[in-house]
C-alpha cells in the first residue's frame, strides 16, 4: 500500500489527476498539501478523509518532510517551481534511504509549452516538427532554455542517479469541467473568453494561424492513472527520457477555436459581434500570462501514452466551449 502526498489537490489538473488516482487505488492513504483552510473539508472528503498539511510553495522543509514519508509524489502544481521541485527530490532521497533501497515514485506535471514555437500567432516552420513522446531523441532534444526545461531536466538527472522513478506528464491546452475538488476549470480558453469580454469582440493574437493540441480533462485523468499504474508495477525499464509522456489530443489552430467561441460568445452577450479582431501583444496583453501561449505552436503526439492504453475519446474542444464559457461567465462574474 503506497503513502501518497500531494501538490496540486485543489488544482485544476492537480485535483482531477489525484481523483483518478485515487479512484483506482482508493486504499492508498494521501496527504495533501493544502494553502487555504477553507477547502481542507473539500479536498479531506474527496480524498478519502485525507490528511491535509497546510502550507504553501514557499514552505519548503515541509515539503520536503512530507515527501520524505511517502511512497508515491504527485506534483500535479506549479511547473515551474524548481525550488519546490529540488526539495520533493531531497524528500524522496531520504525515504531511499529510509527504506533501504526500495525507490520512491515522482509523478510531475509538466506542459507542451516546453517545446513551444513562434510567438506572434503565427504557424511557424519550426512547428512543421510533431514531438513525439516515444522517440527519446525528441526528448532529449529539447532546448535547455525552454520554457519548464530545467525544471524537467532537474527530474531527469534524480532519476538517473538511481534514487528515484521519476515520470513526467505534459499536457497540451486543457479543456472542459475537471473532477477535482476545488478549481474545475482551465485556464487558455477562459483567457480567450476574458479577452473577448473586455474588448466586446471575439480575439485572437496575430493571424490566428498558430496551432496547439487539445486534451479533454477527463481524458487527461486517464493518462495520470495508466502512468502511476505503470510506476507502481515497477515493471518500467526506461531511462529517465523514456518516462517522459506528453497529454495530447486533437490539433486546433486558436484562430479556428475563436471562430466557434464567436457565436456562443454573442448569443451570451459577451461581444457585440462574431467579427474576429486580430490584434498584437502591444495592442492587447490579455488578462493574464497564458494570453501569450495563445501566440505560439505547440505540436505533440503522445505515442508512450497510447502504447500504455491511452486513447482520447471524450468530446472534443468544440463541443464543451459552451460549457467552458459558462463556467468562466460565472467565476468571473463576467
Known sequence: MAKIFALGATGYIGGSALHGIHAAHPAFPITALVRSEKDDEAVS??????????????DLDLIKEEASKADFVLNGADADDL???????????????????????????????????????????????????????DIKGIPKEALHREIDLTI??????????????????????????????????PELIRVAAKRRKPTVPGPGTAIWNQ????????????????ALSGKDKNGAFGRFYFGAGE??????????????????????????DHVTFEE????????????????????????????PREKGLVKELEGDVDATIKEYNL
Open 45 to 58: 472528503k474527496a480524498f478519502g478523509d485525507a490528511r491535509i498539511v497546510h502550507g504553501s510553495f514557499s
Open 83 to 137: 525550488n519546490v521541485v529540488k526539495a520533493i527530490l531531497a524528500g524522496l532521497k531520504d525515504r531511499y534511504a529510509q527504506d533501504h533501497g526500495r525507490k520512491p515514485i515522482y509523478l510531475h506535471t509538466s506542459g507542451t509549452s516546453v517545446i513551444a514555437q513562434g510567438k506572434d500567432g503565427s504557424f511557424v516552420k519550426e512547428a512543421e516538427k510533431i514531438f513525439n513522446d516515444a522517440h527519446e531523441e
Open 156 to 189: 531527469f538527472a534524480a532519476n538517473d542517479e538511481g534514487y528515484v522513478d521519476a515520470f513526467i506528464i505534459a499536457p497540451s491546452n486543457i479543456y472542459a469541467k475537471g473532477s477535482g475538488p476545488v478549481r474545475t476549470r482551465s485556464a487558455q480558453i
Open 215 to 230: 486534451v479533454h480533462v477527463a481524458d487527461l485523468e486517464e493518462l495520470y492513472v495508466l502512468v502511476a499504474k505503470l
Open 251 to 276: 490539433e486546433n489552430s486558436w484562430g479556428t477555436v475563436v471562430e466557434h467561441l464567436a457565436p456562443i460568445l454573442l448569443a451570451k452577450g459577451l461581444v457585440d459581434t462574431k467579427e474576429i
Open 284 to 311: 492587447e496583453p490579455g488578462t493574464s500570462g497564458y494570453w501569450r501561449s495563445i501566440g505560439t505552436n505547440s505540436r505533440s503526439t503522445s505515442g508512450r501514452g497510447k502504447a500504455l492504453g491511452w486513447s
